[in-house]
């Protein structure tokens, strides 16, 4: 007698749907912005430690080849996006914003895989290293953009928008470490 070996279903796909959705939604409300110790910041930042979060579950949850599959997917749907929505609306496409976007966003995220995998991989996830790989990435993210995008043109006020940015995400960081650490069990390996 024979067992049948037991199907399982593959639905890593969500999440890279999810992570591509967020990360045009993030992209989108770069536009909308708010004040907060007399220094304008745009909604994005808030949800810029998501789209880390969501790609170190993927890697969690599934493995590295789906985490990279999701970083390229999403990756290349923000430019379509940038793209599409540019053409509808009549505007012109400037290439320093769409390139400082794309690659702010996958290089912090590759960074991010890497530094991440590594800890998932030869250490005990604690979560401290976890805390500071997201902290890292998010460093990465705003040097690569400001190196592209501003052209390394800063204003009056830019160290002060930064430093309060990485303190509000570093907040919301640390949610996203207590619940990785918690509340995702480690499940296919490579």
């Given at each position: 007698?024979?067992?049948?070996?037991?199907?399982?279903?593959?639905?890593?796909?969500?999440?890279?749907?999810?992570?591509?959705?967020?990360?045009?939604?993030?992209?989108?409300?770069?536009?909308?912005?708010?004040s907060?110790?007399?220094?304008?910041?745009?909604?994005?930042?808030?949800?810029?430690?998501?789209?880390?979060?969501?790609?170190?579950?993927?890697?969690?949850?599934?493995?590295?080849?789906?985490?990279?599959?999701?970083?390229?997917?999403?990756?290349?749907?923000?430019?379509?996006?940038?793209?599409?929505?540019?053409?509808?609306?009549?505007?012109?496409?400037?290439?320093?914003?769409?390139?400082?976007?794309?690659?702010?966003?996958?290089?912090?995220?590759?960074?991010?895989?890497?530094?991440?995998?590594?800890?998932?991989?030869?250490?005990?996830?604690?979560?401290?290293?976890?805390?500071?790989?997201?902290?890292?990435?998010?460093?990465?993210?705003?040097?690569?953009?400001?190196?592209?995008?501003?052209?390394?043109?800063?204003?009056?006020?830019?160290?002060?928008?930064?430093?309060?940015?990485?303190?509000?995400?570093?907040?919301?960081?640390?949610?996203?470490?207590?619940?990785?650490?918690k509340?995702?069990?480690r499940?296919?390996?490579?």
């Amino acid at each position: 007698m024979t067992r049948k070996a037991k199907k399982t279903y593959d639905d890593s796909w969500m999440y890279i749907l999810l992570l591509t959705t967020l990360t045009i939604l993030l992209y989108s409300l770069s536009t909308y912005k708010f004040s907060i110790a007399g220094i304008t910041l745009t909604y994005s930042v808030l949800g810029l430690p998501l789209i880390f979060f969501i790609t170190n579950y993927i890697t969690k949850k599934y493995n590295y080849a789906k985490a990279i599959s999701a970083i390229s997917i999403s990756g290349v749907s923000m430019v379509l996006f940038i793209l599409i929505m540019n053409f509808v609306l009549g505007k012109s496409t400037i290439l320093s914003s769409m390139s400082g976007h794309f690659c702010g966003y996958v290089i912090s995220q590759f960074v991010n895989l890497m530094i991440y995998y590594f800890i998932l991989q030869n250490t005990s996830a604690k979560p401290l290293l976890v805390f500071l790989t997201y902290l890292f990435s998010l460093i990465v993210f705003y040097m690569f953009y400001t190196l592209i995008y501003l052209n390394m043109v800063v204003e009056a006020n830019y160290w002060k928008g930064y430093f309060i940015s990485l303190g509000l995400q570093s907040v919301i960081c640390l949610v996203l470490t207590i619940i990785d650490n918690k509340l995702i069990k480690r499940g296919k390996d490579d």
